[in-house]
């Protein structure tokens, strides 16, 4: 198993869906990202959070055995996310980012992260984003990057610098469309290879994801579920379980990236049945097993008469 780092937002979130709202719950993408990928490998976070961050939080990720060593602790406000969804889960709609200590955070690797194999650079200013980059002493195996509208319309330089030097990206199918500013997903995600990662893995909420390499499509559904409950931190929870198993297997090849799909969409499914990290919570290595075997299922179809 090789160790992999993630930089990215911790947040308190305020969310509403049809079926309920919730204030200033856990979130954030390091936060989701990190308790996935606590599943299937070692994982270390660099971050910040205000002095108003709940202590119970810290337990929980530390609970999981996530290295929460580089979560540093400024004076002020924890970073602050409301947003809201309708029916149609896959649209988050964002009514208010509050920066607040992100804004003067400036991301320090020590020794051993700074040599870590495999990188996630989650959802967060692709500024900050590009500052951890820097601080690498060694070139990792994989180097991934997320990002979002918010950033695609208010870093979009500092954003195209970072892209040129990671190897992997997932984003949103919406946040695809914007940022290669193309309405045809495929051809929107060769435009994005064209900018730098030579892997793009689009997130399509209900409808799956979809992998796209200069010369190959890989897709898969989501998993069927009847009562999704709040989409947020499924985006996340997929990377989080995508890199967690390609670190776990210390592997980046076609097969592997295959199965990272599928184990992230897996994980990602349990996300949504609950807010915040609430059902991630209650989740064990058991029922992510039993579920990738009936996604595996539910994709099989025979040859016709052989
Ligand atoms: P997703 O997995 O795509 O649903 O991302 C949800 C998480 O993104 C929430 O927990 C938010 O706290 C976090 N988030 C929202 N906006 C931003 C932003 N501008 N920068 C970093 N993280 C954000």
């Known amino acids: 198993m090789a160790d992999l780092l993630v930089v990215g937002s911790v947040a308190l979130d305020s969310v509403e869906t049809p079926f309920g709202k919730v204030q200033e719950a856990l979130g954030g993408s390091a936060t989701f990202f990190s308790y996935s990928a606590s599943f299937f490998t070692p994982v270390h976070v660099v971050a910040t959070v ?4 709940p202590e119970e939080h810290l337990k929980l990720l530390r609970d999981r055995g996530v290295d929460v060593r580089g979560l540093q602790v400024a004076p002020g406000r924890t970073f602050r996310w409301t947003g809201t969804y309708g029916y149609d889960l896959n649209e988050a709609k964002t009514l208010d980012t509050q920066l607040n200590v992100f804004a003067d955070f400036r991301p320090t690797l020590d020794d051993y992260q700074a040599r870590v194999p495999y990188l996630f650079l989650a959802n967060i200013d692709p500024e900050l984003q590009l500052q951890v ?12 990057l997320d990002t979002m509208n918010f950033w695609i319309k208010g870093k979009r330089d500092a954003l195209m610098r970072v892209l040129r030097e990671v190897d992997l990206i997932t984003i949103n199918d919406g946040e ?7 309405p ?3 051809k929107a995600a060769r435009r994005i290879a064209a900018l730098g ?3 793009v893995v689009v997130k399509r909420g209900e409808y799956g994801a979809l992998m796209v390499t200069s010369d190959r499509f890989f897709f898969v559904p989501a998993y069927p579920l009847e009562s999704p409950f709040d989409p947020t931190g499924a985006g996340d929870t ?11 297997e210390g592997a980046t090849d076609e097969a592997a990236l295959r199965r990272a799909i599928v184990y992230g ?4 499914s349990f996300t949504v049945e609950d807010f915040s990290l609430n059902r991630l919570k209650r989740l064990s290595r058991d029922d992510i097993e039993a579920r990738y075997r009936s996604f595996r299922e539910m994709m099989q179809v025979e040859l016709r008469g052989v």
């Open 265 to 268: 969409s897996v994980v990602a």
């Open 184 to 186: 045809n997903l495929i």
């Open 176 to 182: 695809a469309r914007q940022l290669a500013e193309e």
């Open 50 to 53: 205000g002095d108003d961050f």
């Open 133 to 144: 980059l820097r601080q690498m002493r060694t070139r990792p195996r994989l180097v991934a």
């Open 197 to 199: 990662p030579r892997t």
């Open 238 to 248: 997929f990377a989080g379980g995508f890199m967690g198993v390609l670190a776990g």
